[in-house]
């Protein structure tokens, strides 16, 4: 597996001001000296990274549907253009943009999947290319723990500068290819966003009241239904592309039957013995007491 | 449906030492003039109760499968009898002492099933029946927000002392039938710890390796994993028959498989629309801020 971590970034020494400056001299800018464009920059994406840059003094444009500034005066002005618009709408953004800008610009996606949208990027521009997903939504509860994947696609003056300002404002860096980050992100994202929301389906047709579901809800059952809450009340259109635009998802489907399957075998024979036998089967999971609820 | 809360009990003056001699008052007894009896004193959930008991200087006893008491004599000595075992072994050790107990004594158990075990208690024995299950597990973190179950099958003395002990621990009581808590435990916990159990084994094929799920979690699948981690560690004989011993578990298994082909299709289509208008069809969840990742 291809995946390292740029340690030297994570170092606290780093990830402050001085690594900032580190990184800015490294592709010989000086601070605030280049414009950036997000395309997609009133989303909630969009202005969290906006919020991030204008912190680091940078001057941030957005660009949406039909507001702010228009795509091509953008590529003209920005060394560096940032895509952060629905997945289903990537591609296409990105084949607008792509051959306007020019060849010492940096062009970035921030789109939950990355084959396709890295691909489109590399096919529809003569720029540099960065692949880039933060693991965590646009408002995050804290800081703490969380991730950024990049996927550095055709990098050369730009290659150090993405994981400077994540890293500059606390973000662990993660570099991988979008082979590997789409094959993790499957499990991480598709296979999980798709059993919370079938649950939650499985639920609306079980014909128990929400409110005694509530009422009889161990701690285990409480913060599921906190977590099917979160999802359900989200952006469906987002976690649907998540599932459906992820082709490895439907193999992890056929597995998830195919145990399914095995399971039910066991529930309609009674067989309690064989159920936790097979449970049993499970690779250790970590050592952690036990609530059994 | 009928289930009806012990407002009196949950009423904060009732709780409290008054309200348990309060109840003892209504049977007749003095506090810790009775003795009491737990099979499987030893076990999880055996020893929570105990440890509740002796706490409101009551004298326990406890009966192991080859230590402790002789449940011959538990049943001579005691007025109150519990039966904590795992829920496999309930019914025969119902079968064995329900049959010694006197008319005027109490026969419980804290099967986290009701229906067989409250069925099992009424045919075997002549004294008083109440079905009981704690919606938590032996350690809880905190007393906060816990409840139990009470099913009072056959009692007259005894109907208000097992909501007076507990209530005064601070737990809520939820006083039901067995076949009202058989309906929505079967998704609350059969549905619950099946679809944690098969996510579970679903993670230990997918050819990830657990770091690298760990290093690419998002905040939702990381408290996932937690979950998923506390029953996989935890007794998996426990969960097993939670999941086969619950008759309704296998029609709600019909429909999550239903849902999950409905799912599968738009996944194969790579329809994303449809998917989310699948997703929107769910009745609405709480309206809380979604996060997204």
Known sequence: MHVRLLCGIENSRFAKGPG???FLGVI???EGSFEIGIIGGAGGMGSWCSDILRGQG????????NSGMAVEEMARRCSVVI?????????????????????????????SVKEAP??????????????????????????DDLSI????????RWASWPSGIFAAAGIKIIETTPEEHDRVMAVVQGLNHLDTILLALTLGH?????SDLERFATPLFRSRLAALDRVMAGNHRMYAEIICSNPRVASLIEEFEKILGELRGYIEKGDGAGFAARTATARPAKVIPPVED
């Open 28 to 30: 010989g800018v000086k």
């Open 149 to 156: 994947v990049l996927c550095p696609a055709r990098v050369d």
């Open 83 to 111: 895509v952060s618009v629905p997945i289903e709408a990537t591609l296409s953004v990105i084949d607008r943009v792509g051959p306007l800008l020019s060849g010492d610009s940096l062009l970035m996606d921030l789109t």
């Open 20 to 22: 900032k400056k580190l």
């Open 58 to 65: 940078y001057r941030v444009h957005a660009a949406g549907r």
């Open 206 to 210: 079980c014909g128990i009241e929400r």
């Open 118 to 143: 890295v691909r489109a990027m590399l096919s529809s521009t003569g720029a540099e290319v960065m692949g880039c997903h933060p693991l965590f939504g646009p408002r995050p509860d804290s800081v």
